[in-house]
């Protein structure tokens, strides 16, 4: 078993109250996981179940009402340089070239400019974005956006990175292949993943386990392993017969047939 | 393709502007005289144009503008540097903006240009009251604008460079500051034109330079033509201006989608 990389320890996070009076909202509710080295682990669940709220506690942005979170047995209790995250929103800078965006983070952390450049430069040729780096992100495609976004997230090369819903707001079709170029990424970099996602199939398709969440109070009430090959090739991980099966098993988790009917 | 089709257009566009000046010239030196108006009610062109070179001669016209142009151009700097850090601040501190709002709005509802007087009871007639009232005159577009701007801000892009563990300082150098420069050159093109309004109001209130005094000048002689003179270089100064802010604005905001298509 390889070391573990992130870790919540009995979480919890509750919101004051909008209103005076009211009871103050509990958004999750004693989650406990850990992600290994290496590892991909999706969360899946309703909405406003809390995904995000974990997500963010993770990055240090926002603390655990109770509990702790650890990355590298390290207690997150601000933010650090062993985690980046990554939304559904692109958040290119619109001043920078994708080079630059690219190095917002390196330049943030005070790395010296060669250096910044030769990392960001590396990623856009992953990313395969090598003839739009002096490009201004305006001039790019929602899928090229988010793919830059991505090269952001790994430029600083964090230990673990965090995706909320990244994919969600592009079309179908590049979605497949920007999930592609994530599966490889991860893959060729050993990284470590927490993926946030509603899209059951992409759970699925990207990672090597997948928590499902409750309603809010959200907290994990099923952890599936997914024992399908092929992680570093969502492309044709989806195309398994043992998918199926997989999507009906979350599906019945998550009550979705009733909430239809 | 689009810029070869543009081109035949552009060049028609601007024989008609020329074409229009040539017309407006003339309607200005000869409709007058035809319906009856008087000389000094609406000086003809050509009498104006001979008045602007009598003044260069006589009235110490060059010394004048500078004297003019350099206090606008005082006043429009000393009130955008306060407008945009007081946006900022504001921007920046909710504590800060609930506290002192109130005060502004009631600065902002003040007629600015009322303040003359009082600024010229307190620096007598000297540059000062002229500058003051352009830099409170200045003050209120760029501050606004600012502050709109830093509130604009998508607070997931702040997020994001605090989860690259920024500084406050970086969050500010690197996202506040330059997300601000649109609605602040926004603020600035209107400041602007303001600048030549708070010195001209200045200097028709109290002192013997620039060309606000030769238009209480010109009024006082009955001279129109003098009038006239000091209103069209009192433009000129805030086309220039005005020009300057809009060739760095090019610069500084060459990112954006319409003028980077404008470019490419």
């Known amino acids: 078993m390889s070391a573990i990389r992130l870790e919540f320890r009995a979480v919890t996070k509750r919101f004051p109250a909008q209103r005076r009076g009211d009871a103050p909202v509990t958004a999750v509710q004693n989650v406990s996981f850990t992600v290994a080295d290496g590892e991909v682990v999706s969360i899946i669940g309703p909405s406003g179940c809390g995904k995000s709220t974990l997500l963010n506690m993770g990055s240090g942005l926002d603390p655990a009402t109770s509990g702790e979170v650890f990355v590298d047995g390290e207690r997150v209790t601000r933010p650090n340089e062993h985690v980046a995250f990554m939304l559904q929103k692109d958040l290119l800078l619109p001043w920078r070239t994708i080079r630059q965006n690219v190095e917002f983070g390196l330049e943030i952390q005070g790395r010296p400019t060669a250096d910044r450049h030769r990392i960001a430069e590396e990623l856009l040729v992953k990313c395969r974005l090598q003839d739009f780096i002096h490009h201004y992100p305006h001039q790019l495609s929602g899928g090229m956006r988010q793919r830059a976004a991505l090269a952001r997230t790994l430029a600083v090369d964090p230990a673990v990175l965090l995706m909320d819903e990244p994919f969600s707001a592009l079309d179908a079709q590049t979605k497949m292949v920007l999930q592609q170029d994530l599966g490889r990424t991860l893959a060729d970099t050993g990284k470590t993943a927490l993926f946030i996602t509603h899209d059951l199939a992409e759970a699925i398709a990207l990672s090597d386990r997948v928590l499902v969440m409750s309603q809010r109070p959200g907290t994990i009430i099923e952890e599936i392993k997914v024992d399908i090959p092929d992680r570093d090739n969502p492309m044709e991980r989806r195309k398994s017969p043992k998918v199926g099966p997989y999507v009906s098993a979350l599906m019945e988790l998550l009550h979705i047939d009733q909430a239809a009917a | ?264």
Not at chain 2, 180 to 191: H, K, N, S, T, W
């Open chain 2, 1 to 264: 393709m689009n810029a070869m089709m543009a081109q035949p257009s552009t060049q028609r566009m601007m024989i008609g502007s020329v074409l229009l000046l040539i017309v407006f010239l003339a309607a200005w030196q000869w409709l007058p005289g035809l319906f009856g108006i008087p000389a000094f009610i609406i000086p003809p062109a050509s009498t104006v144009w001979d008045e602007f070179l009598h003044m260069l001669a006589n009235d110490r016209l060059v010394y004048h503008t500078v004297i003019t142009a350099l206090q606008v151009l005082a006043g429009f700097v000393l009130g955008v540097i306060l407008g945009m850090v007081v946006g900022f601040v504001l921007g920046m501190s909710q504590a800060a903006e609930f506290m002192l709002s109130p005060y502004i709005l009631a600065l902002q509802i003040a007629p600015k240009v009322a303040f003359a007087p009082l600024f010229v009871i307190w620096f007598g007639y000297t540059v000062y009251p002229k500058i003051l009232v352009a830099v409170l005159i200045v003050f209120f577009p760029v501050m606004i604008n600012v502050l709109g701007a830093v509130r604009a801000i998508d607070p997931d892009i702040v997020r994001l460079a605090r989860s690259f563990t920024a500084s406050r300082f970086q969050v500010f150098w690197k996202v506040e500051f330059p997300a601000a420069m649109p609605p602040f050159f926004a603020g600035l093109r209107i400041a602007a034109t303001l600048a030549v309004i708070g010195v001209v109001v200045g200097e028709l209130v109290g002192g013997n330079t620039g060309l606000g005094y030769l238009l209480t000048f010109g009024e006082g002689a009955g001279n129109t033509a003098m009038v006239f003179v000091a209103i069209i270089l009192l433009t000129l100064i805030g086309i220039v201006l005005y020009a300057v802010i809009v060739a760095i604005e090019n610069r500084v905001l060459h990112y954006l989608p319409a003028r980077a298509r404008k470019i490419t």
